[in-house]
């Protein structure tokens, strides 16, 4: 029987970088997308960490589609911001998933502050649920200061102004491997894959 794990995911940005980095880690196992299944529910994100919004999203897919599911939550969080936007990163400006307002509003908050104080995370929270079984969230991070002006042509949301430590590009003008190399998502599903493969074995 083919072995298969559904992301709990429409994002298709999301499901190709998600893809790229489990799928060496999961010899033999098939990386589906939530849009190969029928009638799969959207699913509110209530929760107030990253991990809950991981956790109820891996929850919600594993139960409507009976395959075992993996979610993250992830965002950015400001130093200066107190860690905000946080867990309403790709609706900071209003809109779900309007990276060019989100980036923009973000851009004119930070306008006034010193470079010396634009540290920040990303951060990302990666679950897996099991149907009629356990659930585990692992944890990544990835430190860096906020540019500006946007740089750089790759990536999605926050990617174009968000330098890693370290670095000196942004993460838009990392290649993908690169970028999958040090990401928050990454370093989160690395940490997940063991127990990934434990439960598919």
Known sequence: MTRRVVLATRNAHKVGELRAVLEPLLDGVEVLGVDAF???????????????????????????????????????????????????SARWAGRHGDDAANLDLLLAQLADVG??????????????????????????????TLRRERAGDGGFGYDPIFEPSGAHRTLAEHTAEEKNAISHRGAAFRALAPRLAAELA
Do not use: Q
Request: a negative charge; glycine letters at 16%; charged letters at 20%.
């Open 115 to 144: 470079d010396n104080h634009r540290g920040g995370a990303f951060v990302c929270a990666a679950a897996l649920a099991v149907p009629g079984g356990g659930e585990f969230v692992e944890l990544g991070e990835l430190r860096g």
């Open 38 to 88: 029928d009638d799969v529910p959207e699913v509110a994100e209530t929760g107030v960490t990253f991990a809950e919004n991981a956790l109820l999203k891996a929850r919600a897919v594993a139960n409507a589609t009976g395959v075992m599911a993996v979610a993250d939550d992830s965002g950015i969080a400001v130093d200066v911001l107190g860690g905000a936007p946080g867990i309403f």
